[in-house]
Every structure is written in C-alpha cells, then in structure tokens.
C-alpha cells in the first residue's frame, strides 16, 4: 500500500465551487504539505503543517485553506475554485527533528480542472 | 523567492547513453535532492545529499553536492527507456528562519529512444 494517498485523483468542477482535496499518510511523519505544480513553473508550496496545530502558509497560499485533522490526514480546500486554480496538486510529508527531515515524500497527485 | 536553475529543460538520447544535468544557485544550499516524477504520478526521491562534496549512488544514478554549495550534479549511467520521466533538483536553504523548505527547480524532462 502507498504510504502518501490522495483523493480524488481526478476532478474536473465549475468555476465558483467548493471542493476538497484529500491527504492521508502511514508514514507517521509530523510534517504535511501540500504543493501546486503547473508546467513550467515546477512545485510551489501552498501550506505547510508540522503538526496538527500549527499550520502555515506557503508562497502561493491565496484562494486555498487547510485543516489538519489528524497526525495523518492533511486536506487542501478550494474556497471558490477559478480557473487558474487547474494544476496538479501534491501533498507531501517529512520526518521532524532527524538529519533526514528535509526529504520530502510526495503522494501520487490530484488532477484539478477547473471550468 | 530562491531560484534554482536547473539545465537542461529537456534532453533527446538514445538507450545506452550517460545522462548528466544539473542544478546551480546564487544562494548556499545546506541540502540537496533529487527526485524523479513518472507521467501521472507524484516525485520520488532519488538521492539526498548532505555534506558538500558528497557523491552518492543509487543504482546507475549518481548524484554529487557541489563542493561551493550552490550547486548539485545528476548523472545516469547506461539509460534504459523506463528512464523517461522529469527529474528534479531540490535544495534547502542555510541561510534564514524557513528551513523546513525545499526550492525546486523546474525539471529535467528526459526522453529516452530504444
């Protein structure tokens, strides 16, 4: 079984919508992220949690929330999705306090289409 | 933010050829890695480099951390077509309170001819 999963790994929604991305993970890792990736443009970071209550927002935080319900489950919310919010999206967890803290592990993506 | 230009965007070869790509910086990096993302999937880290200087291998990859600090090399040794796929760079930075986060470059994207 993978140890990062996401769901759903496709959706297409209309513009103006709710949705929610979903992150859960049996690596036992503190620390979640969740990433955006466009072509061209490479991964950029949304929100970051390191534990269930601290959460943090990254480079490109605008239009997205997060809630961190557990040590293991990481969910990424589209308030009112646009357009430009189509991307593929990646949640990933690392280790806390150990010299391999800084390796992320990525889950296997959600496709975004946002119409 | 930090930029982290990694060359070359795209690379042709033909099976059985050594690869090589990089990753350079204006800023020091206290971490490298490497990752590799197949089509449809997410990144999987390759290697992780830790001291400058340090060569590491895994498999027929090998990866080394510059010895300035701002940079980090990729090669692959013999390609095989399931070789295809976008490899990245990832550094963290030394400098400044963020140290959680990594910098990715923007990809390699590697295509390998049978």
């Known amino acids: 079984d993978a140890d990062v999963t996401q769901t759903p790994r496709n959706r297409i929604t209309k513009t103006g919508k709710r949705i929610m991305l979903e992150c859960s993970q049996t690596?036992?890792?503190?620390?979640m992220y969740w990433y955006r990736q466009d072509p061209g443009l490479g991964l950029r970071l949304i929100y970051y949690?390191?534990?269930?209550?601290?959460?943090n927002k990254g480079e490109i935080s605008d239009g997205y929330s997060v809630s961190r319900q557990a040590q293991a489950k990481f969910s990424l919310s589209l308030e009112s999705a646009i357009p430009n919010q189509t991307a593929l999206y990646f949640c990933?967890?690392?280790?806390?306090?150990?010299?391999?803290?800084?390796?992320?592990?990525f889950g296997p993506g959600t496709r975004l289409t946002v119409t | 933010g930090q930029q982290l230009n990694q060359s070359p965007q795209s690379m042709f070869i033909q099976e059985g050829e050594d690869v090589s790509m990089n990753c350079t910086s204006s800023?020091?990096?206290?971490?490298w890695l490497w990752y590799k993302q197949d089509p449809g999937e997410g990144p999987v880290l390759l290697i992780a480099?830790?001291?400058?200087?340090e060569l590491t291998s895994n498999g027929r990859l090998t990866a080394q951390f510059g010895i300035t600090r701002k940079d980090s090399f990729l090669n692959i040794s013999a390609s095989i077509p399931s070789d295809v796929g976008i490899y990245f760079c990832a550094g963290q930075l030394s400098s400044g309170g963020s140290n959680y986060k990594l910098t990715f470059g923007k990809g390699t994207l590697l295509t390998v001819n049978p």
């Open positions: 949690s390191f534990d269930v209550k601290d959460i």
């Open positions: 690596k036992g890792h503190d620390r």
């Open positions: 480099l830790y001291k400058a200087g």
């Open positions: 800023s020091i990096f206290n971490t």
């Open positions: 990933a967890t690392s280790e806390t306090g150990t010299a391999d803290s800084y390796e992320q592990y």
